[in-house]
């Protein structure tokens, strides 16, 4: 009688400190959740992820449509839904240059959700870029890597149908560090 009543007080103390234990664990685990990154610290990150998914104002976007990054900052391409590329405008695409003259052009080719590209930028100055079935529907980016004076933005008001109006101004890209797609 008196050993079954030990081991009832046991058990009950074993679940109640089972219990304490669980609420301090997830009290720990919420302390310790990380805050996202702050949008304006993009430019401390050494990959920098720019999504293609549907947008509200244009048909696909690429997701930051702009980031300011440091030069030798790698960019992953990826994409949300659909295929998409992620094409560097550049003469060996098919394009007039609107990234720095000394970098290396990109084509990332197409892609389907699960594919990943990665492009290294070193060269400082801005570059633009656009997926090659939907450039007309506005699914273009920016990229300023740097200090941007070192090789300026080529005046996007030529490119076809919504591209002049996705791609956003270098001011807001650099002043933000990340513009949203919208
Ligand atoms: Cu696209």
């Not at 609420?23 to 990150?45: C, I, R, T, W």
């Not at 980031?67 to 695409?93: K, M, Q, W």
Request: net charge negative; with cysteine; aromatic share 8%.
């Amino acid at each position: 009688m008196v050993l079954d009543f030990s081991n009832k007080t046991l058990g009950i103390f074993m679940v109640a400190l089972f219990l304490t234990l669980l609420a301090a664990s997830v009290a720990f685990g919420e302390g310790q959740q990380e805050e996202p990154a702050p949008a304006d610290s993009v430019d401390d990150q050494d990959v920098v992820e720019i999504t293609s998914r549907r947008g509200d104002e244009f048909t696909f976007v690429f997701d930051p449509v702009g980031v300011h990054i440091e030069p030798g900052t790698t960019v992953r391409f990826v994409v949300d839904e659909a295929s998409h590329t992620a094409t560097a405008y550049h003469p060996d695409n098919g394009k007039n240059l609107r990234i720095p003259e000394g970098a290396e052009p990109w084509d990332s080719g197409t892609m389907a959700p699960g594919d990943v590209y990665e492009v290294e930028l070193t060269e400082e100055g801005v570059y633009d870029y656009y997926c090659e079935p939907h450039e007309h529907l506005g699914h273009v980016g920016r990229i300023v890597v740097g200090d941007p004076d070192e090789s300026p933005a080529v005046d996007p008001s030529d490119l076809p149908g919504d591209a002049p109006d996705a791609i956003p101004s270098v001011e807001e890209t650099v002043e933000n560090g990340y513009v949203p797609a919208n």
